[in-house]
């Protein structure tokens, strides 16, 4: 059975620094990884998304990175900004096109 | 498109009410997810479908719990009766060629979630 896990559960740091969030699996065999963003009350958005035939994605100041044999990945936050402050969910997707989700890290940027 | 429709947005009902939540996935996405998240448990996998047929409910927590797409454009979860330990938020997401498909990014879209208090 597929699990994820996200540490650590929360985290707050200096607005402008530079952060890595990180997501672990028990199953090696997914299909693909995703990361997510949810904002209090809100539904979520989805980030960035690797494929299990790639090592990583990015958009802007974000970087997510995937080690399938590890079962790791990351999320890099570059020069962080007090609007990144929200819950980042990683999710896998199994073979059986299950997708299934860490408890997430709540992000505190400090103006 | 409007993206992932959910209704009701908020559901506050009494224990033994019969609750039903609605989701409008987004056109053309052929795959449907419920979720129900909890603080204490997080994002919780209820039941998805494919092309409107049930693939897994295994996350179903019990019998007093039903979902039904009768289309591509609509599907119900549906809690029969309530207990006060179903309240949380419960989100549908949409897909489209599922996730298991190389080629295809597989992105999920989730709607804004229908939170459900029972008393």
């Known amino acids: 059975k597929q699990e994820v896990t996200q540490i650590p559960a929360a985290l707050s740091v200096p607005e402008g620094e530079n952060l890595v969030l990180n997501c672990s699996f028990t199953?090696?065999?997914?299909?693909?990884l995703q990361w997510f963003r949810q904002d209090p009350g809100k539904g979520l958005t989805s980030l960035l998304l690797?494929?299990?035939?790639?090592r990583e994605q990015t958009s802007g100041r974000l970087n997510a990175s995937l080690d399938k044999s590890s079962g790791r990945s990351t999320l890099y936050i570059a020069a962080s900004q007090p609007g990144d402050s929200a819950t980042y969910l990683c999710a896998v997707s199994n073979r059986d096109d299950k997708i299934i989700f860490g408890k997430g890290t709540r992000l505190h940027i400090l103006p | 498109d409007a993206g992932v429709i959910q209704s009701p947005r908020h559901e506050v009902t009494e224990m033994g009410q019969e609750v039903t939540l609605r989701c409008k996935p987004i056109?053309?996405?052929?795959?449907l997810f419920w979720y129900r998240q909890t603080m204490m448990r997080g994002l919780e996998l209820l039941i998805y479908f494919n092309n409107n047929v049930p693939i897994d409910d295994s996350g179903m927590p019990e019998d007093r719990f039903s979902a039904k797409m009768p289309n591509a454009s609509f599907s119900t979860l549906k809690i029969q009766p309530s207990e006060p330990r179903d309240s949380a938020v419960y989100f549908c997401?949409?897909?489209?060629?599922?996730?298991?498909?190389?080629?295809?990014?597989?992105?999920?879209?989730f709607g804004e979630g229908s939170r459900l208090t029972v008393l």
């Open positions: 997401a949409s897909s489209f060629l599922g996730q298991g498909f190389s080629g295809n990014t597989g992105e999920l879209f």
């Open positions: 056109s053309g996405h052929d795959y």
């Open positions: 690797i494929q299990s035939s790639q």
């Open positions: 199953d090696s065999a997914i299909y693909n």
